[in-house]
């Protein structure tokens, strides 16, 4: 595994335990399924290791874009949107304010990991 990429790839247990809390508050307050979730974590993915023009902000953009805000509670938006502040930081503190690189991408990996586990266990 790349040194850089450390920060998320040794299970940062706090970031992991939120990413997965929040994906399954999104899976249970909203009209998103946990199939719908990972084939989004899917999509993600291809995008990370198909094109050259991926930002960390592109991706939290996305991923932001994607979420039905409405559909939550004020508290559960409050979570949600620290959570993926949270991951946009330390993934920014990894590859910059640019380009994925390879570390940037076994970090996005990383979380993908941690959103499908979270949706697996819902999907079972």
Same mark, same amino acid.
């Given at each position: 595994?790349?040194?850089?990429?450390?920060?998320?790839?040794?299970?940062?247990?706090?970031?992991?335990?939120?990413?997965?809390?929040?994906?399954?508050?999104?899976?249970?307050?909203?009209?998103?399924?946990?199939?719908?979730?990972?084939?989004?974590?899917?999509?993600?993915?291809?995008?990370?290791?198909?094109?050259?023009?991926?930002?960390?902000?592109? #991706? $939290?953009?996305? !991923?932001?874009?994607?979420?039905?805000? /409405?559909?939550?509670?004020? %508290?559960?938006?409050? *979570? @949600?949107?620290?959570?993926?502040?949270?991951?946009?930081?330390? #993934? $920014?503190?990894? !590859?910059?304010?640019?380009?994925?690189? /390879?570390?940037?991408?076994? %970090?996005?990996?990383? *979380? @993908?990991?941690?959103?499908?586990?979270?949706?697996?266990?819902?999907?079972?």
């Amino acid at each position: 595994m790349v040194a850089g990429c450390a920060l998320l790839a040794e299970r940062d247990a706090r970031l992991e335990l939120a990413t997965q809390y929040a994906t399954l508050k999104v899976i249970a307050e909203t009209d998103v399924t946990a199939e719908q979730v990972l084939e989004r974590v899917g999509a993600v993915r291809l995008i990370v290791e198909t094109d050259a023009q991926v930002t960390v902000h592109n #991706l $939290a953009q996305q !991923v932001r874009q994607s979420i039905s805000w /409405d559909r939550l509670d004020a %508290a559960d938006q409050l *979570l @949600l949107n620290a959570v993926l502040m949270d991951a946009e930081l330390r #993934l $920014a503190e990894i !590859v910059g304010d640019g380009l994925l690189d /390879d570390q940037g991408k076994v %970090a996005v990996g990383v *979380l @993908l990991d941690w959103i499908a586990e979270a949706a697996a266990i819902e999907g079972s």
